[in-house]
């Protein structure tokens, strides 16, 4: 039987939605796809906020138990105005994910201009301080996600260029020193007439299990309605992440509740953050309706079991 016919495979945090815009201490329309982190017991929230003029920058929550967040004074990002930075962040930075690694946490980021989106890569050791490292890609890739650990001495991200020829499919690259990326190959396309047809991309920080490492991503529905985003997974082998070891055929989060169906955009749930638990669970995280931040909770050995026992093709 499939972990789904038991219930449902994410379980909603009772208390949703866990962060809006009410409890943020300066003027924002939104509080959504934030990347999280546990370090030391303690949860780290990157969330995005719409400002006024439609324009998003990054703010800071903590918690001590995942669910009850409270936000920093100040924003924790904002675009820079000056150099290459102000150059292409001028219209906003977007869906930060944070990856731990080698005592750094590294955030990527969505880098909006006049130019187009790329993606921009910063570090913190604390949550206090913040730095840019570089830009790491060109115009047009979007959804960028580290891996936790080094392969082969390299580092390892998933991204999802545009592409008007194929549809908007998830890749994987390499880099020596997180600047320079190259050997990039096609990993996983959204399937026809599936849940995920119209495009994919790479949601939270992948997180490695006994059974490969898993990557929850979202995938687009158009339909005469609009688009609607859901949340699916896959899984990846453990010492070679190019290498798909299944897609879960049916997604594992819609949007249901009336904050997911409504809000700044209908119909989405997107996640850019999830954390592993001692306890076999990982806690999903993510943005409803682009408006409001949410979390549920899963069993990781259902995830996975989801890629193994009904995969569909990745191509
Ligand atoms: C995607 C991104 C996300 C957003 C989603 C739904 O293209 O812009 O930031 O959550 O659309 O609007």
């Known amino acids: 039987m499939s972990p789904k016919k038991m219930g449902p495979v994410v379980q909603r945090y009772a208390g949703n939605p866990i962060l809006t815009r009410d409890d943020v201490p300066y003027p924002v329309a939104t509080v959504h796809n934030a990347g999280v982190v546990k ?138 020193d997180l600047v320079h990326w190259g050997d990039s190959k096609v990993l996983v396309k959204p399937a026809g007439y599936h849940w995920d047809e119209m495009k994919i991309g790479p949601g939270a920080t992948p997180f490695k299990t006994e059974k490969g490492w898993l990557n929850i991503y979202h995938g687009v529905f158009r339909t005469m309605d609009g688009a609607v985003y859901r949340l699916g997974v896959i899984l990846h082998d453990l010492h070679d992440p190019s290498k798909i070891l299944g897609v879960a055929d049916e997604w594992i989060l819609q949007p249901e509740d009336p904050w997911e169906i409504t809000g700044y955009v209908h119909n989405v749930v997107f996640t850019c953050g999830a954390v592993p638990e001692e306890d076999g669970t990982v806690k999903i995280y993510w943005g409803g309706a682009d408006k409001v931040m949410c979390v549920g909770a899963a069993n990781i050995s259902d995830l996975a079991a989801m890629c193994l026992e009904s995969s569909r093709s990745p191509m």
């Open 39 to 176: 370090t030391d017991g303690r949860y780290f929230m990157v969330f995005r906020s719409h400002l006024f003029n439609g324009r998003s920058i990054l703010g800071l929550a903590e918690s001590a138990d995942g669910y009850s967040f409270k936000v920093r004074p100040e924003p924790f990002m904002a675009p820079l105005r000056d150099g290459v930075w102000g150059e292409y962040e001028e219209y906003g930075i977007e869906d930060p994910r944070i990856c731990q690694i080698d005592g750094d946490f590294l955030i990527t980021y969505s880098a909006y201009s006049r130019h187009g989106v790329r993606i921009g890569l910063a570090r913190t050791r604390d949550f206090l301080s913040v730095e840019r490292i570089s830009m790491i890609t060109q115009a047009d890739l979007r959804n960028v996600v580290l891996f936790p650990q080094r392969f082969g001495g390299r580092y390892v991200r998933l991204d999802r260029p545009h592409s008007e020829i194929s549809p908007w499919s998830m890749w994987i690259s390499y880099s020596p």
